[in-house]
């Protein structure tokens, strides 16, 4: 299932944050590595700095709602430009209330990103130099991409159930 | 054979009273018959609509044959307001406020599902039609409309044009009108 590229990664990532890892596998080809939220600052910052994983580059970072088991996860996409390897990390944080620590002090990159994230799933990432809406309208109340806020804008009348045979 | 000059059309005066050497109608006739055929449009295009005016201001379809060609990108010199595209709830308030910089009397045209009913964006960043936060004359329908729907529409608008009192803006109908939308 893993190359051995991967196995280094977890391995270098097992020696020192044995006790953050809950969960390595691969998910169309591609290294997904499940961790507790509350040390991810400083393991992404282990894996950019160490010379065995040089993951130097933050892809993307975004949020995921899981309604089923009440938890909002996390996803942080990173990729090594000296031999072009990707790899994908995720903290599940409770829906109640999202907190997770901010990347912006290791990637500077990721406070748009952040901002991202808050704007549509309500994720408050603390230490972040300024968490507010960046894509919706600023008197917006809800975050759109979570599953309990329909998708369709509630204000319109002239879509009666009538008009489409319901 | 027919002589050229006989294809010629010109366009058909107002109803008034001739005679040699003069011609009485009355002010209203000829201010809307020059404002008729002076359109200034203010393109509005966020989307694939946009391509279908680049179509329609181009040589083949040429809006130009309906005195439109000067398009005006200061909504202080434009008279009618083309909005063609899909407009996010994030820039309702652009588009309010280029409507409100425009000069009386002004016009809407709406081109295309999007701009009139939000099209197929029944989604909670999309505005619902741009009628909610802007009064429009004319509704061009279409997914996007084809250029021809879109001169119709502009037809449509000279045709509110030619008719229109000019007393119109100051009447206390049209200030309602404005405040319903919060427009003073």
């Known amino acids: 299932m893993f190359d051995p590229a991967d196995e280094n990664v977890i391995a270098i990532l097992r020696e020192k944050y044995e006790d953050q890892v809950l969960l390595t596998e691969k998910h169309y080809d591609f290294l997904t590595i499940t961790l507790k939220e509350d040390k991810i600052i400083e393991v992404i910052q282990h894996l950019r700095d160490h010379e065995g994983t040089k993951f130097q580059f933050l892809t993307t970072l975004c949020g995921i709602h899981h309604p089923e088991q009440g938890q909002i996860a996390v996803m942080y996409q990173l990729h090594n430009m000296y031999n072009n390897s990707r790899i994908r990390l995720k903290i599940y944080l409770p829906q109640e209330k999202p907190v997770a620590p901010t990347l912006t002090g290791v990637f500077a990159g990721a406070n748009w990103m952040e901002r991202e994230t808050y704007d549509f799933f309500g994720v408050v990432f603390e230490g972040h130099p300024d968490l507010r809406r960046i894509l919706n309208v600023d008197e917006m109340t809800i975050f759109p991409m979570r599953k309990e806020y329909p998708l369709e804008d509630q204000t319109r009348e002239d879509k009666r159930d009538e008009m489409f045979g319901r | ?184």
């Open chain 2, 1 to 184: 054979m027919e002589a050229v000059g006989n294809k010629i059309s010109v366009g058909e005066k107002p109803p008034g009273v001739e005679g040699t050497g003069f011609f009485a109608t009355s002010l209203e006739k000829v201010v809307g018959m020059a404002r008729k055929n002076s359109i200034w449009p203010l393109p509005f295009a966020t989307s694939c609509c946009g391509i279908e005016f680049m179509a329609t201001m181009g040589a083949h379809y040429d809006l130009a044959r309906f005195g439109s060609e000067r398009l005006s990108f200061s909504p202080r010199q434009a008279d009618l307001l083309m909005v063609m595209g899909t407009i996010a709830k994030k820039m309702g308030p652009v588009l309010r406020q280029v409507y409100e910089q425009m000069a009386e009397p002004r016009w809407v045209l709406s081109v295309g599902a999007c701009a009139s009913s939000g099209g197929i964006f029944d989604t909670y960043s999309v505005l619902q039609g741009i009628d909610r936060i802007i009064p429009v004359d004319v509704y061009v329908p279409g997914c996007p409309p084809r250029p021809e729907q879109i001169i119709d529409g502009v037809m449509k608008i000279q045709q509110l044009v030619e008719t229109e009192s000019l007393r119109r803006r100051d009447s206390p109908e049209y200030k309602a009108m404005l405040n319903k939308y919060g427009i003073q």
